[in-house]
């Protein structure tokens, strides 16, 4: 009887609206990052001290019951692994959008960014597990038969699509709680899936495990597609990824440096067509993002 799925859960807490149980702490106490910590009305409803396994004791012959934190501890160290096992690089990871620029350093709006920020805000509110924006969600009568649409961001290099991607993904991992995935369609990728196909290799026989992963996942960046060869075996595997995240209707973000006419050109325009019905296309072009990243990523 003591075993922990039997034990008395406490009532639900009433959380405030737009409180989600828990939130993300700028402040870095240690490394590079904050951390994710239960909302101030989480904390005001614990007992336990925040300990695992998140028991309380009502009375010396009574016994334990779940703390009413428990689920949204649960929740954080979710969130937590889930960015850890995403494969954002450490620099972009719990990178939120109160880091995204919207002026450049001389105190000037850069064209373009408050669009692109609400443009990303909105496509996040659609997976926010927050009850009470669900609930308001259908107040408003919002049929949600199609899937939100990704980004497909494209423009020079070093102009901040990679982060913007990141946030874009850190923020759906974070609200949802569900799984996303960073990788980059680099040689290095293609590489990867090649040796898969080797008898020596460790990862023999793994390719369809890596591809079904990619294909399924709810969230993925596809981070600066198009340094690969274009060899017809790499741009088929390319297509075919797309193609299953498209039949399964998952959320795609794709950055790419390549001038968007070389994407349509691939693999007989297929890929291209895609990424139409699947993402939004951004051409990113504020040559200001360039400095002012630049001057981040030095810090
Ligand atoms: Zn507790």
Redesign the pocket.
């Known amino acids: 009887m003591n075993e922990p799925s039997s034990l008395v859960r406490s009532p639900r807490i009433e959380l405030p609206p737009g409180d989600a149980g828990y939130y993300y702490d700028a402040r870095v106490t240690a490394g590079l990052h904050g951390e994710i910590r239960v909302s101030k009305a989480v904390a005001d ?6 300990r695992p396994p ?1 028991q ?1 004791f009502t009375g010396p012959e009574s016994e334990p019951r779940w ?4 689920p949204y ?1 649960m929740r954080v160290a979710r969130v937590n692994r889930l960015i850890a096992d995403s494969g954002i690089p450490e620099r972009f990871r719990f990178r939120f959008l109160d880091t995204f620029i919207e002026d450049n350093p001389n105190g000037q709006a850069i064209p373009g960014a408050a669009r692109l920020k609400a443009h990303v805000s909105t496509l996040i509110d659609r997976f926010k597990l927050d009850p009470a924006m669900r609930a308001d969600r259908q107040q408003n009568g919002m049929r949600e038969t199609a899937p939100p649409k990704g980004l497909f961001l494209w423009g020079v290099p070093g102009n901040g699509k990679t982060h913007l991607a990141c946030i874009a993904l850190n923020e759906l991992i974070f609200s949802s709680a569900r799984p996303g995935k960073f990788v980059g369609i680099s040689r290095k990728f293609f590489q990867t899936i090649r040796h898969t196909f080797d008898e020596a290799s460790p990862t023999h026989g793994q390719a369809g495990a890596i591809i079904e992963n990619l294909s399924t996942v709810p969230f993925l960046v596809i981070d600066d597609l198009g340094v690969q060869r274009d060899t017809e075996w790499e741009v088929e595997t390319l297509y075919n990824l797309v193609d299953a995240r498209y039949s399964e209707r998952k959320l795609t973000l794709i950055t790419t440096n390549k001038d968007v006419n070389e994407i349509k050109n691939l693999a007989g325009g297929r890929i291209y067509s895609r990424f139409l019905e699947m993402c939004t296309i951004i051409h990113m072009t504020a040559a200001d993002y360039r400095e002012h990243y630049k001057k981040e990523l030095e810090l």
Do not use: F, K, L, W
């Open positions: 409803h614990c007992t336990c001290g925040g998140y309380i703390c009413p934190c428990r501890r």
